[in-house]
């Protein structure tokens, strides 16, 4: 879904940045526009700077520059009680000493709302997260999954428009985790609600958002939709941050539009496609996925550049192969191929001669 | 239970036996003094020593008369409604202040936290009979001394710092999402204080007013500096009673204090056990 619905600019940061100490900053130059409706997803390690962001989007931090602004108007001098969003938290932070639908009737009880009201909101927002018979049970007696659902349902129930989400699904393991980020998804849309959601787990950025921003250093370094994440990234952080990635030295010899090429360091030469190098004889790092790089030399566009690698390990992971390979002193460029009846298992010590698309191979800042 | 292991050498075995034969010689050490007064209480002579009716169990020689003396002598019912009005007061003076300030110190932003706690423990931690003084050249320049109030300040002083150790220690296992989360959900600090954080910080708050209210049920150094006629509590009375008169009803008056005790401890153990729960009960 993308944000076209609505306005386009929903949550607005305009050149806010932030400062603990009053010398580093944490967040430098934040710009970002979330449209209604988005389901937008801050990805970057920890220590980035996108747990921040939404601390100040919440209003547990203040801005130490810039604005922040929800519907238009700006918030930075709105207390979090009166900003009118939900939150999840990483531990769900449900109130210990109140029973599930106390929990849940809180937000309502501090709006004053009519008990039977409250009672109807509560009943439909415990639904809609499948926990209708848990109202009486109070959190410590639900499992890990089931405290997450409610911790969900307690920042839906007031029907805020925005949701932030601070790595709810840390604390869960795997399985429950792709279930969780399928009711999540899910639910977000359906509501039409708002989401800000910040996890370091790529997995969850890609398959949960509209639009992921992945931060690094404070900066966002790329925003774009998940495929166009993995599949084009614009730098080399976000490259080697999102998925797995292969990674060559090297530098630009010839430049020909969107082709260009790139002569290694052991003088052997690869079609790439440029995206942060504009001249001949600059450096670059080439980037490209284990499963677009090719070594049938029938499925290779003819007349394309093929580079020589020597078989180092064989790795059988069920669904697919992985095969390391040493290709131009790299001895950590990883293959990957489906396991199909006709693919061919390479054996360690054989010679090869692998090539790609140039459109897959990414040449990046060095 | 721990038991002895089969490959215990000799000595071990000594020191098995011989452990658990002081742990009980420090337990009657501790005990006894308390025990002995409570059959000494019900005894019907004036003596503070058992008598051989007493030893030999004749029911005569056991009688209530010292507990009516001390619920029918003014001497003695006095002091027992000073206790009464200054040691409630004082405890939720305490309570009040200890807490705020327990609050106050758990916020990372606050300068010279080691400072401010150390001063506010100090009553605590300085002698007695050295605050008391301090107390009483303190209380006389602005005219407390000698007044209810003046007692009631100085007690709530001395209990402060029962409060702000059990509070502190309470709130070292409260999570500070549960502010915010509260705040998310729409809720003022004065709602979030006292719908989250009051019900969770509670039995530490509990606790730490009846240390409060013992100290000052307890208390007869500061009392005697600061208080005068008017304020006589019910340990002056007991300390007078011991110099003075040498009254056997004061044995009946430490049987009901003891009485007091035990139940304001078993409180605190209840409560102790319910904030354990309730801490087990928070995620994470």
Same mark, same amino acid.
């Given at each position: ?82 900003? /009118?969003? /939900? ?36 009943? @439909? ?163 490209? @996925?284990?499963? @677009? ?55 360690? /010590? ?11 191979? @990414?040449?990046?800042?060095? | ?10 000595? &071990? ?64 019912? &006095? ?27 758990? &916020? ?136 003075? &008169? ?39």
């Amino acid at each position: 879904m993308n944000a076209s619905s609505g306005s386009e600019n929903f949550v607005v940061f305009d050149r806010v940045q932030k400062s603990y100490d009053g010398e580093t900053l944490v967040v430098k130059d934040l710009n970002l526009s979330v449209g209604k409706g988005e389901f937008l997803t801050m990805l970057g390690p920890s220590g980035s700077g996108k747990t921040t962001c939404l601390m100040m989007l919440a209003g547990f931090e203040t801005a130490t520059h810039g604005e922040i602004l929800l519907g238009g108007q700006p918030i930075n001098n709105i207390p979090p009680h009166k900003r /009118g969003i /939900g939150m999840v938290f990483q531990n769900y932070a449900l109130f210990p000493h109140m029973t599930v639908a106390e929990n849940l009737a809180f937000p309502l009880q501090v709006r004053n709302m009519g008990k039977s009201d409250q009672e109807a909101k509560v009943k @439909r927002a415990l639904d809609m997260v499948q926990m209708g018979d848990f109202g009486g049970r109070r959190p410590a007696q639900l499992s890990g999954g089931q405290q997450q659902r409610i911790a969900l349902a307690r920042a839906l129930v007031f029907e805020p428009e925005l949701v932030l989400m601070d790595e709810p699904l840390g604390a869960l393991d795997k399985q429950l985790r792709e279930h969780m980020q399928f009711e999540i998804t899910n639910l977000a849309h359906n509501l039409g609600i708002t989401t800000v959601y910040v996890t370091h787990d790529q997995t969850e950025a890609l398959t949960m958002s509209d639009r992921v921003a992945v931060f690094d250093d404070g900066r966002i370094q790329q925003l774009a939709p998940p495929d166009e994440l993995y599949e084009a990234p614009s730098n080399s952080f976000v490259a080697q941050f999102i998925g797995e990635n292969n990674t060559l030295m090297g530098t630009v010899s010839k430049i020909d539009g969107d082709r260009a090429e790139v002569r290694l360091d052991d003088g052997e030469i690869i079609d790439t496609k440029p995206v942060n190098v504009s001249k001949v004889g600059e450096r670059t790092l080439v980037s490209i @996925r284990p499963e @677009r790089v090719e070594f049938n030399k029938d499925r290779l566009t003819p007349g394309a550049h093929t580079i020589k690698a020597e078989v180092l390990e064989f790795i059988y992971m069920g669904d697919i192969y992985r095969t390391r390979l040493r290709v131009a002193g790299n001895e950590d460029f990883i293959i990957k191929t489906r396991n199909a009846p006709d693919q061919r298992r390479l054996q360690p /010590g054989e010679q090869i001669e692998i090539g790609w698309r140039a459109e897959d191979c @990414r040449a990046l800042d060095a | 239970m721990s038991s002895l292991p089969p490959y215990a050498s000799t000595g &071990q075995k000594i020191w098995f036996y011989s452990f658990r034969v002081i742990c009980g010689l420090i337990f009657f050490f501790l005990i006894a003094p308390i025990i002995t007064i409570i059959p000494l209480s019900f005894n019907a002579e004036d003596f503070f020593t058992f008598t051989p009716g007493m030893l030999a169990l004749d029911p005569d020689a056991y009688g209530l008369d010292h507990y009516r003396d001390f619920f029918t002598n003014p001497d003695w019912q &006095q002091p027992l409604w000073n206790s009464v009005r200054i040691a409630p007061m004082a405890t939720l003076l305490s309570v009040a202040f200890g807490t705020l300030a327990a609050i106050g110190l758990s &916020q990372s932003h606050v300068p010279f936290k080691g400072a401010i706690m150390a001063i506010l423990i100090s009553p605590m931690i300085v002698p007695l009979i050295i605050s008391a003084a301090g107390m009483y050249f303190f209380y006389s320049r602005i005219g407390l001394q000698g007044t209810y109030l003046g007692v009631v300040l100085a007690h709530a002083a001395l209990g402060i710092p029962f409060v702000i150790i059990t509070v502190t220690a309470t709130l070292v296992g409260f999570d500070k999402s549960l502010t915010r989360a509260s705040a998310s959900l729409g809720a003022d600090p004065v709602t979030t204080f006292f719908k989250v954080q009051m019900p969770l910080i509670l039995p530490g708050v509990i606790s730490g007013g009846l240390f409060a209210f013992i100290t000052s049920f307890d208390e007869v150094v500061v009392v005697l500096f600061v208080g005068s006629a008017g304020q006589k509590t019910l340990p002056w009375q007991m300390f007078i009673g011991l110099r003075e &008169q040498i009254s056997p009803t004061i044995l009946a008056v430490a049987t009901i204090l003891v009485v007091i005790s035990i139940a304001l401890l078993t409180t605190v153990e209840l409560l102790r056990r319910r904030s354990e729960r309730l801490r087990g009960m928070s995620p994470g």
